[in-house]
């Protein structure tokens, strides 16, 4: 059968045609990077979103990998074959660190679409940067994770209070001795100190959702102040960290909860420092330090190794510091004391 030259030039222009609209389609999806692999994992186009997002331009990615987008493939749960091997069947979905062309990081959400029916020809890749969100919903599991400890704090807290209110009830109304109701209020003033740390610690611990620009010098004095090391034997001494995005309120009590554990569990004339990191800052004591077998243990709630402590210090600066999405550890100082680095934090200048 003859063809029309007419006809076949009709045909190549319409596919023409068709791929521009797909490549403008593409082009147009600024907030996602959509871009094409062949069978084996290939790049084959790279186009500009893809380009913006990874800040790889074309000759660095088409015939390479797709991988080689990936921070680090042999920490997924799953290799990249096995993930082109589902898309065979259908669309699949990963979500895993992705690396910048400069070596930055961020969390990516990668969806795969086989191309054509029955064997693919290839596959559709379309990758979105979904940091914020990934951060906000580990902020939800690190509250879903407090809000269980406060169920187990209360459970087990308070039923020894409840016990001796019980007890003492049933003596008071048996002897009619006033000794009774003084052991009463007593416990009951106990359980709503407890009730009222508790509350502190779960306010606290709402996620922070408008962080202001804040100065860390002025929050850091304001905190010292606040904590009796001004007027203790204790020393502060501040190297500069800059502005940070933060709840200032709440970055004022992260510190006094500091300042205070550092100033009550040192031994005589304390100095403490405070500075930046490459990634948050420090404070750090020359103090006793903390026994490396306790170290696992100290954020959490209750524990205390002071006799009249509450337990609630350094849960609360752990609280605070995940309300903000930043994490915490202790170590030791170089004179041996307690080191507590938070890291995570956002500078500003």
């Not at 508790?198 to 306010?203: D, E, G, N």
């Not at 330090?289 to 402590?309: L, R």
Request: net charge negative.
């Amino acid at each position: 059968m003859d063809t029309d030259p007419a006809d076949s030039s009709s045909d190549q222009q319409t596919a023409h045609s068709g791929d521009s609209v797909s490549e403008r389609l593409i082009e147009g999806l600024s907030s996602h990077a959509v871009f094409m692999l062949d069978t084996d994992g290939i790049i084959t186009t790279w186009p500009e979103p893809a380009a913006s997002l990874y800040s790889y331009d074309r000759d660095a990615t088409v015939g390479r990998h797709v991988d080689m987008l990936f921070a680090d493939p042999e920490e997924m749960e799953t290799t990249v074959e096995s993930l082109l091997t589902e898309a065979a069947d259908g669309p699949v979905e990963t979500q895993h660190w992705h690396r910048q062309a400069d070596g930055a990081v961020f969390w990516a959400t990668l969806s795969l679409s086989p191309l054509g029916d029955g064997d693919p020809e290839g596959f559709v890749a379309v990758s979105q940067d979904t940091t914020e969100k990934h951060q906000y919903d580990k902020m939800l599991e690190r509250q879903n994770d407090r809000l269980k400890e406060f169920t187990d704090i209360l459970a087990h807290d308070l039923q020894s209070p409840l016990s001796v209110i019980s007890s003492r009830v049933q003596l008071a109304r048996e002897t009619g001795d006033e000794e009774h109701l003084d052991a009463l209020e007593e416990t009951s003033d106990r359980m709503a100190r407890l009730v009222e740390d508790l509350l502190r610690v779960a306010r606290q611990g709402n996620v922070v959702t408008d962080p202001e620009t804040t100065d860390v010098q002025a929050v850091v004095d304001t905190a010292w102040e606040g904590s009796g090391g001004a007027t203790r034997r204790a020393t502060l001494h501040y190297e500069d960290i800059g502005a940070v995005s933060a709840d200032a309120d709440r970055l004022i009590e992260l510190f006094e909860n500091l300042f205070q554990n550092t100033v009550e569990h040192g031994d005589g004339t304390v100095i403490v420092r405070v500075g930046p990191l490459d990634d948050g800052f420090y404070v750090e004591d020359d103090g006793p330090g903390i026994a490396a077998e306790i170290k696992d243990d100290v954020f959490d709630h209750g524990f205390t190794t002071a006799e009249d402590g509450s337990g609630y210090g350094l849960s609360i600066v752990r609280t605070i510091a995940g309300a903000h999405g930043w994490d915490i550890l202790v170590t030791d100082s170089d004179t041996g004391g307690a080191r507590f680095e938070v890291t995570g934090v956002e500078f500003l200048d």
